[in-house]
């Protein structure tokens, strides 16, 4: 019903830059618009609980984590169904697997990021 397929991965060094990425289709987005949808990221570090990054909300207002605050940006073009994370100023605990997330339920299969010191 649902299918979200992250990209942008990888491996950086601390300070450096990344951008994920968050394709979305399927029967639930052709039925409705990609819009109504709360759009969020999640990460997972190893050893460690899930925990979430950021979220786009129906009507375009953001939230994000302490952790994150100032150095990642969530964003989404709506009219491609796609979700973006842009993460800077990148630190070696931002390591984790990141998941893209719809309407609180829809879970990708996740992407690493890994940042080294």
């Known amino acids: 019903q649902v299918q979200l397929v992250e990209s942008g991965g990888g491996l950086v060094q601390a300070g450096g830059s990344l951008r994920l990425s968050c394709a979305a289709s399927?029967?639930?987005?052709?039925?409705?618009?990609?819009?109504?949808?709360?759009m969020a990221w999640y990460r997972q570090a190893p050893g460690k609980e899930r925990e979430f990054v950021a979220i786009s909300r129906i009507g375009g207002s953001t939230a994000y984590a302490d952790s994150v605050k100032g150095r990642f940006t969530i964003s989404r073009d709506n009219a491609k169904n796609t979700l973006y994370l842009q993460m800077n100023s990148l630190k070696p605990e931002d390591t984790a697997i990141y998941y893209c997330?719809?309407?609180?339920?829809?879970w990708g299969q996740g992407i690493q990021v890994t940042v080294s010191s």
């Open positions: 399927g029967r639930a987005f052709s039925i409705s618009a990609f819009s109504i949808y709360n």
């Open positions: 997330v719809a309407a609180g339920n829809y």
